[in-house]
């Protein structure tokens, strides 16, 4: 009987959010890795190393994506893209907005993604063509329908500022409301469940909006690159919404 990628994945988001817990309770080994700010612990490479071992086991013949340990190869048409912690920096400090992202590709179609906020219990996942859900409820992107009344968010790395503060002032000046979180796998499924109803954010990578990208559409939602164009895990840019306001805000970060 085929294996299910999506059980497989709340599995082992499941248990690398118990191994973030723990490492939570000790004292943090914090380093940065290639520039300022950009952070790494012992933690993001505990958490990576269960889900990798529990992916492996169930897929052998897939390849992984992963943050820390990069690209491995492997013999089939699937491939897991997997982030052990997105908000690294959130985690280093108590804030407990940080999440474990997995998602499965076939054939270079996402097939299952899962966002996991161990500090709040709050999982996300979605099933291509099944919709999406948090915590087994089925959710849907809000029903705002233009950007004064929408809350929005975004992101970008310190040293990034620069790439992204007219945009940000852009939208400060448009929508009721505009954030930085710093996680976009969870701003993504903040997208999807409504809380957010539209997210942009520049120069990142396939782990941070694999899975995110499958529940903002499985929700309803419409994820794009920030000029429009079609989006792809490897794309860099992102712009999702609640579909409503897509083009306002496109137009807004023009």
Known sequence: MPVDPLRVALEAAREAGSVLRAHADRPLE????????????????????????????????????????????????????VDPLDGTTNYAHGYPLYCISIAFERAGELVAGVVYA??????????????AYRNEAKIAVSTIARVGDAMLCTGFHPADYERNARFFAQASHRAQAVRRDGSAALDLAYTA??????????D??????????????????CVT????????????????????IHDEVRDVLR
């Open 225 to 244: 690159r920030v000029d429009g164009g079609a989006a792809t895990v490897e794309g860099r840019s992102i712009l999702a919404s609640n579909g409503r």
């Open 193 to 202: 469940c409504g809380r957010f109803d539209g997210f942009w954010e520049f």
């Open 30 to 81: 914090i380093a940065e890795k290639g520039r300022r700010a950009d952070l790494v612990t012992a933690a993001d490479r505990a958490s990576e190393a269960a889900i990798l071992a529990r992916l492996r086991a169930a897929f052998p013949h897939a390849a992984v994506l992963a943050e820390e340990s990069g690209a491995s190869s492997g013999t089939s048409d699937e491939r897991w893209i």
């Open 118 to 131: 161990p500090a709040l219990d709050e999982c996300f996942a979605a099933e291509r063509g099944a919709g």
């Open 204 to 221: 990142l990578h396939a782990w941070d909006v694999a899975a995110g990208t499958l529940l903002v559409r499985e929700a309803g939602g």
